[in-house]
């Protein structure tokens, strides 16, 4: 993703804390080291680069959205900015732990603002003591230059005037909002690539059933027939497997085992092999290589997903306004074409296994050797697309092609829709929102009660159940306001009444425990837009603070 550089525009003045705040001196790089230490286990030294690079914006410093600015800016995200017109009340003391008593009456944004930034000596801060709509009018342009922007307690109004907005701009918008017992987040993103998705399970790309060449021929250098009886114990089990498969392959046609029966068999070939060496104190080695024939032992293919990328229009129809992401995509299609005979550039990575040092780095370095050939390769492919439309050569880096060759096997796209399309009736994607409307248990209902809830402030400009002696008579007025949502969508009433009470009682109100779990879980995605690691949910997610569930949609 690309940085901005923070630079903001707007008939306003900032706050004189947001500008000493940026003449801070940084801390030493061995000292952020010790200091971000288990993050950066997580994302590495250039996913804490691109979050140090980043600048967020926040509109409205809600409980939910201080949690979620206070859990970015500890891992030390490079700026914040907080866009809020409104002033300290002691309904805000009551649910946001950087907020005081002294501060009532006083600016929301401003004091917010100094102490997050308490938090985190690195980080810089200014805020805007304006509303959005305010900042719109003056400047239309005024959240374009941010990497992303969040949104807490806005009205639906502002709301899709803020997401048409930034969806031309291509800024991402996330969407944050605790309502009572209720947790929402909604993803705006026009487009979204993922170099690093980090998967549960690494599946390791060994090509044993087409060793390259480097690696036959380190395999042909081991002797079985002649080798000191001790040495069995420490072949790396990739070689055990490919000189038994060299066997297999002259009985069967060339062909590697296919089907659980047949790796069944290839696996006893291996343990009558281990007959021999009976005397030996310990062949974990050999054992692993049984144990490893079922996930190792196959046909090296491109996954079903990144073919999809590799025809992707975005990879096919290069322009000058592409992204680097797709131009190295497309290097490497033109790879799997040409030098890669069909298959992706090696990454270069094999397991732990049981061996001594010597043998392990040996084979270690003998797909090292080829991953680097195959980079290289790719590299030269990336230079020829940037010189075809006239791109600078340092666009794209070495390493940047380096991370994407070691991780092609797991690249990801998200492509998103525009939060206005769900408010559209042409567009609204009403049965991805009505099929689930069947079940009284599913999250879904709680996406479309906070929907007529939004109904009920535009037609009353206050939220049910805000005064406490307004709540029974806002049960009848907010059933009314779904079931004409609902209307429009034509689905029937809900099974349950008790949701449209609990809205009511809730009185917009904010709690803590609530917004503390969005605003942890908001900060997540944060974190994954910018670095560009790990993959952000799609598209809209409902907590029940009741049940403790949770569920992602897709809108």
């Given at each position: 993703m690309s940085m901005?550089?923070?630079?903001?525009?707007?008939?306003?003045?900032?706050?004189?804390?947001?500008?000493?705040?940026?003449?801070?001196?940084?801390?030493?790089?061995?000292?952020?080291?010790?200091?971000?230490?288990?993050?950066?286990?997580?994302?590495?030294?250039?996913?804490?680069?691109?979050?140090?690079?980043?600048?967020?914006?926040?509109?409205?410093?809600?409980?939910?959205?201080?949690?979620?600015?206070?859990?970015?800016?500890?891992?030390?995200?490079?700026?914040?900015?907080?866009?809020?017109?409104?002033?300290?009340?002691?309904?805000?003391?009551?649910?946001?732990?950087?907020?005081?008593?002294?501060?009532?009456?006083?600016?929301?944004?401003?004091?917010?603002?100094?102490?997050?930034?308490?938090?985190?000596?690195?980080?810089?801060?200014?805020?805007?003591?304006?509303?959005?709509?305010?900042?719109?009018?003056?400047?239309?342009?005024?959240?374009?230059?941010?990497?992303?922007?969040?949104?807490?307690?806005?009205?639906?109004?502002?709301?899709?005037?803020?997401?048409?907005?930034?969806?031309?701009?291509?800024?991402?918008?996330?969407?944050?909002?605790?309502?009572?017992?209720?947790?929402?987040?909604?993803?705006?993103?026009?487009?979204?690539?993922?170099?690093?998705?980090?998967?549960?399970?690494?599946?390791?790309?060994?090509?044993?059933?087409?060793?390259?060449?480097?690696?036959?021929?380190?395999?042909?250098?081991?002797?079985?027939?002649?080798?000191?009886?001790?040495?069995?114990?420490?072949?790396?089990?990739?070689?055990?497997?490919?000189?038994?498969?060299?066997?297999?392959?002259?009985?069967?046609?060339?062909?590697?085992?296919?089907?659980?029966?047949?790796?069944?068999?290839?696996?006893?070939?291996?343990?009558?092999?281990?007959?021999?060496?009976?005397?030996?104190?310990?062949?974990?080695?050999?054992?692993?290589?049984?144990?490893a024939c079922v996930r190792d032992v196959k046909v090296a293919e491109i996954p079903k997903n990144i073919k999809n990328l590799l025809e992707d229009e975005a990879c096919i129809n290069l322009t000058s306004e592409s992204k680097p992401f797709w131009i190295m995509v497309r290097a490497i299609k033109e790879f799997v074409e040409k030098e890669g005979k069909g298959l992706l550039p090696l990454q270069g990575t094999i397991p732990d296994m049981t061996a001594d040092s010597k043998r392990y780095i040996e084979l270690q370095n003998v797909y090292k050797s080829q991953a680097n050939c195959d980079v290289k390769c790719v590299a030269e492919k990336v230079q020829e697309l940037l010189n075809s439309f006239g791109k600078p050569q340092d666009l794209i880096s070495e390493s940047d092609i380096r991370l994407l060759c070691k991780n092609c096997t797991y690249l990801r796209v998200v492509r998103g829709h525009p939060l206005t399309e769900e408010y559209i009736a042409k567009t609204a994607k009403v049965h991805e929102i009505t099929q689930h409307l069947d079940n009284p248990d599913s999250e879904m209902v709680f996406y479309v009660l906070l929907r007529a809830v939004d109904r009920f402030y535009g037609e009353y400009n206050r939220y049910p159940g805000y005064f406490t002696d307004q709540v029974e008579p806002d049960i009848v007025k907010l059933k009314g306001c779904l079931n004409r949502l609902l209307q429009e969508w034509n689905h029937g009433p809900l099974g349950k009444d008790d949701y449209i009470h609990e809205m009511c009682r809730y009185g917009a109100c904010e709690l803590h425990s609530v917004a503390s779990f969005i605003g942890g879980c908001a900060a997540q995605e944060v974190i994954k837009l910018v670095t560009g690691q790990y993959v952000p949910f799609n598209n809209t997610y409902i907590y029940n603070a009741m049940t403790a569930t949770s569920s992602v949609f897709q809108l």
């Open positions: 901005n550089d923070g630079s903001l525009s707007g008939n306003t003045v900032k706050m004189e804390v947001g500008v000493m705040a940026c003449c801070k001196p940084k801390s030493p790089d061995n000292e952020k080291s010790k200091k971000y230490d288990r993050q950066l286990r997580l994302w590495g030294d250039h996913g804490q680069t691109a979050l140090e690079g980043a600048h967020i914006c926040l509109v409205n410093a809600t409980a939910t959205g201080t949690e979620t600015l206070k859990n970015i800016i500890l891992p030390g995200i490079g700026a914040f900015t907080i866009v809020d017109g409104n002033k300290i009340t002691g309904e805000d003391v009551g649910n946001n732990f950087f907020l005081d008593k002294e501060s009532i009456g006083k600016s929301r944004a401003q004091v917010a603002t100094q102490y997050l930034l308490e938090l985190n000596s690195d980080v810089r801060g200014d805020c805007f003591e304006e509303t959005p709509e305010e900042l719109l009018e003056a400047n239309s342009t005024f959240f374009n230059n941010f990497s992303v922007v969040i949104g807490t307690s806005l009205t639906e109004k502002t709301l899709l005037t803020l997401s048409e907005k930034l969806w031309e701009a291509n800024v991402p918008f996330l969407v944050c909002r605790s309502y009572g017992m209720v947790g929402y987040m909604r993803l705006q993103v026009t487009e979204h690539t993922v170099i690093e998705s980090h998967p549960d399970d690494t599946l390791y790309d060994l090509r044993l059933d087409n060793p390259f060449p480097s690696l036959q021929e380190h395999v042909e250098s081991y002797d079985f027939e002649n080798m000191n009886k001790k040495d069995y114990s420490h072949i790396p089990y990739i070689v055990v497997i490919l000189k038994y498969l060299e066997v297999w392959k002259k009985e069967h046609n060339g062909q590697i085992p296919n089907g659980y029966r047949e790796k069944d068999l290839f696996r006893e070939t291996i343990r009558k092999g281990m007959q021999k060496f009976e005397d030996l104190e310990s062949l974990d080695n050999f054992e692993e290589a049984i144990k």
